[in-house]
């Protein structure tokens, strides 16, 4: 069974990869900071009078692969910022939707099948 786990802290480091490098692509980019551009909506842009929130965050995933890594770190992203700022789940599509986690795995293959549920082809000789 694979185990897909992203971590966040918030933290200064010095050796940092930014998420444009590590994300090459941008719907992978757009999945992992879509808690950000969220709350960035949420305030209107910042142009409410008040100046909006600088989040330096620092996130480790493991295991799985560039697309599902990227919705691991949006699943935590989210969680922390609804600790942060918790008025943001109650708005639709807002931050408890991303905050929910995605429990599917992919089912073994069995003993005798050709995968978790196809059998071999058959055969007539």
Same mark, same amino acid.
């Given at each position: 069974?694979?185990?897909?786990?992203?971590? *966040? &802290?918030?933290?200064?480091?010095?050796?940092?990869?930014?998420?444009?490098? $590590?994300?090459?692509?941008?719907?992978?980019?757009?999945?992992?900071?879509?808690?950000?551009?969220?709350?960035? =909506?949420?305030?209107?842009? +910042?142009?409410? /009078?008040?100046? =909006?929130? $600088? $989040?330096?965050?620092?996130?480790?995933?493991?295991?799985?692969?560039?697309?599902?890594?990227?919705?691991?770190?949006?699943? %935590?992203?989210?969680?922390?910022?609804?600790?942060?700022?918790?008025?943001?789940?109650?708005?639709? +599509? /807002?931050?408890? %939707?991303?905050?929910? &986690?995605?429990?599917? *795995?992919?089912?073994?293959?069995?003993? +005798?099948?050709? /995968?978790?549920? =196809? /059998?071999?082809? &058959? *055969?007539?000789?």
């Amino acid at each position: 069974m694979s185990g897909l786990v992203g971590r *966040v &802290w918030s933290l200064f480091h010095e050796h940092i990869l930014l998420a444009p490098d $590590y994300f090459r692509d941008s719907a992978s980019r757009e999945a992992a900071l879509q808690p950000l551009l969220l709350l960035l =909506a949420s305030d209107g842009g +910042g142009g409410g /009078g008040e100046e =909006a929130p $600088y $989040y330096d965050v620092a996130v480790r995933v493991a295991g799985g692969g560039v697309m599902g890594q990227a919705q691991a770190v949006r699943t %935590a992203l989210a969680r922390a910022l609804l600790v942060r700022r918790p008025q943001l789940a109650a708005k639709a +599509g /807002g931050l408890a %939707a991303l905050a929910r &986690w995605d429990g599917r *795995v992919v089912e073994r293959k069995k003993p +005798g099948r050709a /995968g978790a549920r =196809a /059998g071999f082809t &058959w *055969v007539k000789r």
